[in-house]
């Protein structure tokens, strides 16, 4: 079992700035990429950002330049800061991660979510 769990969404006026954090728990051998998608109402979840585990960057065009993701590997945690926020950032803040569990000495490869945190940009 892998858990994922997400910090830091909240309401914030536009041009503001918030840090999400994901932290993984559970049985974790190791943890290839890491990531953030959200998904406002009504529309199709999409990539925020991702960092693979030798330091490899991929933001969304609509984010480059004002988000920023890193990732603690000794803690298993990914973070997105956020500045200089729009109203169209707002949307749930979904964590993802690929983990290495290990079950009986045989290596699994999850697609771990975490249950989402809200942020909120008013104009």
């Known amino acids: 079992q892998v858990q994922l769990v997400e910090s830091g969404g909240g309401l914030v006026q536009a041009g503001g700035s918030l840090r999400l954090s994901c932290a993984a728990s559970?049985?974790?051998?190791?943890?290839?990429?890491m990531g953030w998608y959200r998904q406002a109402p009504g529309k199709q979840r999409e990539l925020v950002a991702t960092?693979?585990?030798?330091?490899?960057?991929n933001y969304a065009d609509s984010v480059k330049g004002r988000f920023t993701i890193s990732r603690d590997n000794a803690k298993n945690t990914v973070y997105l800061q956020m500045n200089s926020l729009k109203p169209e950032d707002t949307s749930v803040y979904y964590c993802?991660?690929?983990?290495?569990?290990?079950?009986?000495?045989?290596?699994?490869?999850?697609?771990?979510w975490g249950q989402g945190t809200l942020v909120t940009v008013s104009s």
């Open positions: 993802n991660a690929e983990v290495i569990t290990v079950v009986t000495m045989t290596p699994y490869v999850l697609d771990a």
């Open positions: 559970g049985s974790i051998f190791s943890i290839n990429a």
């Open positions: 960092l693979t585990s030798d330091g490899i960057t």
